[in-house]
């Protein structure tokens, strides 16, 4: 099967600029998390969609935003960049059965400027 | 609310010698419970988790994980350290909302 795939890898762009990031969830895997992950803060989860439908959010401002389509992939988006959200950000995707537990993309390492 | 605390940021040992690191979590309730492994420019690689069962988890890699209810632990071990276990390991709770701890960076010594 292949893995949980990100594009695009790596991402330029000036304050003020928006920013969308794609997610395709490994095969037959419906739920799919965002998360960011910066030297100072660590990993923080963003949000978590099923089903075309928004399950969870972290503590993240409305700049913040993601989708999912029918077929699981996932985008999501930043408005307004600030020079702090220059970060890696990456996409697990996971079966209902949570004993599978969640598989990770390489992630999108977005630089702010 | 969940939460992970990783005590150690930064651990070296030598190859071959035998390897634990800590991770202690908050939860309310029976905590699912992971590990996973980032090189370099990498994404996340699982290498255990724990949901219920056998306190004790066997991973990829030679990894194990003993889940201890009454110190709110789930360390990580590996008896025989190899030079490519160099990276960065982190425990998380949760599920499709992991909390992660800040991580522990393994060094190697030849």
């Known amino acids: 099967k292949a893995g949980v795939t990100q594009t695009p890898r790596y991402l330029i762009k000036t304050r003020g600029q928006q920013v969308t990031l794609s997610c395709s969830p490994i095969s037959g895997h419906r739920s799919v998390s965002w998360y960011q992950q910066t030297p100072g803060q660590g990993l923080q989860f963003l949000f978590e969609?099923?089903?075309?439908?928004?399950?969870n959010k972290g503590n993240f401002p409305g700049r913040f935003s993601g989708r999912q389509f029918s077929n699981s992939r996932s985008e999501m988006n930043v408005s307004t960049l600030e020079l702090g959200d220059s970060a890696l950000y990456l996409c697990a995707s996971s079966t209902q059965d949570r004993d599978e537990g969640q598989y990770f993309g390489p992630g999108t390492r977005l630089l702010v400027l | 609310a969940q939460s992970v605390t990783q005590p150690d940021i930064h651990i070296t040992v030598s190859e071959g010698a035998s390897l634990e690191l800590r991770c202690n979590y908050s939860?309310?309730?029976?905590?699912?419970l992971f590990w996973y492994v980032q090189s370099p420019g990498q994404g996340l690689q699982l290498l255990l988790k724990?949901?219920?069962?056998?306190?004790l988890v066997q991973g990829i890699k030679g990894f194990e994980a003993e889940f201890k209810r009454s110190q709110s632990s789930f360390n990580l071990r590996k008896p025989s350290v190899h030079w490519s276990d160099a990276a960065e390991y982190f425990c998380a709770v949760g599920f499709n909302d992991m909390r992660f701890g800040a991580g522990t960076r393994l060094t190697v010594k030849p």
């Open positions: 939860y309310g309730a029976t905590p699912y």
């Open positions: 724990y949901f219920s069962g056998d306190t």
């Open positions: 969609y099923f089903s075309e439908t928004q399950r």
